[in-house]
């Protein structure tokens, strides 16, 4: 499994973007999909997962902010990123867990970069 993100960039504060996370590959072994974040010099985040029956959960940081969304049949997730804030800045990736449990440490995109400005 190979996961490409694109759509990343720059945005100012209250702006927006959108994130998308397409799978190549053993697209069968894709459970829950989920994208965390990771900012300079601090820890990585999860921001939000979605599961292949598009269950869906956001951290609260992000809360009626982010939205996730599944697309099965096109094997994309999607980020949008609504009233975005200097603090959004971070590193994006997306992450996929393997139905089979292998490998233990699921699928890793390549990670995107998220700037907002002041």
């Known amino acids: 499994v190979h996961l490409v993100e694109s759509g990343g960039g720059l945005a100012q504060q209250g702006g927006s973007l959108t994130l998308v996370c397409r799978a190549e590959?053993?697209?069968?072994?894709?459970?829950?999909e989920e994208w965390y974040r990771q900012a300079p010099g601090k820890p990585r985040e999860l921001v939000a997962t979605i599961s292949r029956f598009l269950v869906s959960s956001t951290a609260d940081s992000v809360k009626g902010r982010f939205t996730i969304m599944r697309d099965n049949a096109q094997a994309t997730v999607t980020l949008r990123m609504e009233n975005l804030k200097p603090e959004d800045t971070a590193v994006y990736y997306c992450?996929?867990?393997?139905?089979?449990?292998?490998?233990?440490?699921?699928?890793w995109g390549q990670g995107i970069q998220v700037t907002v400005s002041e």
């Open positions: 590959g053993d697209i069968w072994n894709i459970g829950d």
């Open positions: 992450h996929g867990r393997p139905t089979t449990g292998t490998p233990a440490n699921g699928f």
